[in-house]
């Protein structure tokens, strides 16, 4: 479909030259319809005069009318329509005062006296002048309620905004604890080395997390990056016992999706899978687009929910129900707010966890494109560390890039 070479502008974008656009048309109207009653009635060249004045006379008391109403709008509705009634009266009296007072001296031989001539023509510019005062008053309060509504869509805007701040705020504190933690354990092992080495990766991590906002979105591409540094941190105290595999569709690196929303399900995956078990577990990220949706599966071969002291807050919920209102603690229930506050109910947020053990989490969003500047940095993310598929390479390899990008 072929561009327009401009932006439409709505009308009243310009409230002041919509006024005046709205004057000229509408008394120019009023005109054109009197001159063609004129010609039709086969009147003389006077009566088209009287019309003349009788729009330039409509159109200046209209423009009194607008800056006495533009003060009324703003009062209270008992003093704005008793005032408004009290002033069109008055000026429609003006109104039809001039005109009797013209037609009388366009038409001095005329049996109908002043009075009468006031009174017979009273009903047209009352007519003409509350038909403009009604018009007035709609479009100005249509206009209101347009800015009240504008208003309450930002208010509500930036709510949303601070309620996603906060969530996406509650996960470092919440990451910081069991990281903190380790490293404590191992200072009083006095394993020295190893206590460094995780406070250089949680140094990175934290510095890479600092470079979006709380309530932004990131690629696909750039959340795996971010996601590879905390699996560096985590495979600092479990080696060999964490493996991991990323099945990334090539199509699928440059969606968006909102920042460290899969960093709590791989911890989770690794609290109640791979710490757990002697022999670890595996936690494999796939993604892949499914129509105009992004579809995300985070799944582990950990004991499910088949041992009673795994997950014990989460077997109401894996009836794969889009919405759930089972707590499953501060990861899974954060992202589940997230998701809710981001795409409202157009998101599917789902957990299985199939007879022969494991867990599964399924979150499905409307598939949102980056930005063409963003499709280059979200490349060479992936390639960087590996996640396109298979395990990742040594976990000190992704950590120097984003030092140098902090």
Known sequence: MAMLPFRPTPFFANKNRA??????????????LRTVTGVAGGQDMSFFIIIAIEAITGFSISLILSVIYRQLIRRRPLITWGSTALVLGLAVSLYAFIDAWVIGLYRPDSELGFLQRFVGIFIYPLTLLGAWSALYYAVNFFLQVEEQADRLERLEAQATGAQLAMLRYQLNPHFLFNTLNSISTLVLLKQTEPANAMLTRLSAF????????????????????????????ERMRFEERLRTEFRIDPEARN???PSMLLQPLVENAIKYAVSPQEEGARITLSARLVGNRLRVTVSDTGPGLHNPSARPSLPSAITGERRGTVSTGVGLANIRDRLAQAYGEDHLFEIRTPPSGGFTVIIEIPYEAAEPEGES???PALSAGGASQGSLPHPAAPTRPMESQA
């Open 19 to 32: 006024f005046w656009n709205l004057q000229f048309a509408g008394w120019g109207g009023a005109i054109l």
């Open 206 to 233: 934290l510095r890479h997390t600092l470079v979006t906002e709380p309530g932004g979105k990131v690629t696909l591409a750039q959340e795996v990056e971010t996601l590879q540094l905390y699996l560096d941190i």
């Open 255 to 257: 969606a968006c999706l």
């Open 377 to 379: 940095a979200a490349a």
